[in-house]
């Protein structure tokens, strides 16, 4: 008598009534399997990235993840430079470090390979590369920095988790 997907109770006047919940979950596309990441590469072709800022740590610069996504990425022929100094726990001299290599670069695009840390460094070199005049604590929430609100269209960021933690 009840609809499994919408918790509607049908049939009899006397039913029982239950309340109707909903779910949504608005985000960004989400690719798995075998295979997806040899396709960065046409990804970022697809948007119309022509350098690519790929960011890592030093321990997953040599290791098949960033040796497969840097394959994709010359097979289409797309210029990229490899940023491999992030730290397990990032800090905000390693953060400005990235930043300030994302803003020489000038990238359009950003790829993060790599786990939490990893893709919390590149998020955050791609923020300030789209403010290159802004201070280091200006999106810091107050009371350390000063908040300020994101306004621009930041650059496509392609993350490739390499860990299941929460940063992934």
């Given amino acids: 008598n009840c609809c499994p997907m919408h918790?509607?109770?049908?049939?009899?006047?006397?039913?029982?009534v239950r309340k109707e919940y909903a779910l949504e979950m608005a985000c960004s596309s989400i690719r798995y399997g075998p295979g997806v990441t040899e396709e960065v590469g046409m990804d970022f072709e697809n948007i119309g990235a022509k350098k690519i800022a790929v960011?890592?740590?030093?321990?997953?610069?040599?290791?098949?993840?960033?040796?497969?996504?840097?394959?994709?990425?010359?097979?289409?022929?797309?210029?990229?430079?490899?940023?491999?100094?992030?730290?397990?726990?990032?800090?905000?001299?390693?953060?400005?470090?990235?930043?300030?290599?994302a803003?020489?670069?000038?990238?359009?695009?950003?790829?993060?390979?790599?786990?939490?840390?990893?893709?919390?460094?590149?998020?955050?070199?791609?923020?300030?590369?789209?403010?290159?005049?802004?201070?280091?604590?200006?999106?810091v929430n107050a009371p350390v920095g000063r908040g300020l609100p994101v306004t621009k269209t930041l650059a496509p960021l392609i993350a490739v988790p390499t860990t299941a933690g929460t940063g992934s």
């Fill in 55 to 101: 960011i890592t740590d030093k321990n997953l610069a040599a290791l098949p993840p960033v040796l497969k996504v840097v394959q994709a990425i010359e097979k289409c022929g797309l210029q990229y430079e490899l940023f491999d100094n992030v730290r397990v726990e990032p800090t905000d001299s390693s953060f400005i470090e990235c930043i300030e290599f």
């Fill in 7 to 16: 918790s509607q109770t049908y049939g009899l006047a006397n039913s029982h």
């Fill in 103 to 139: 803003r020489k670069l000038n990238p359009d695009a950003f790829l993060a390979v790599g786990g939490g840390s990893v893709i919390d460094t590149a998020k955050a070199a791609n923020l300030y590369h789209a403010y290159p005049e802004a201070d280091f604590l200006d999106f």
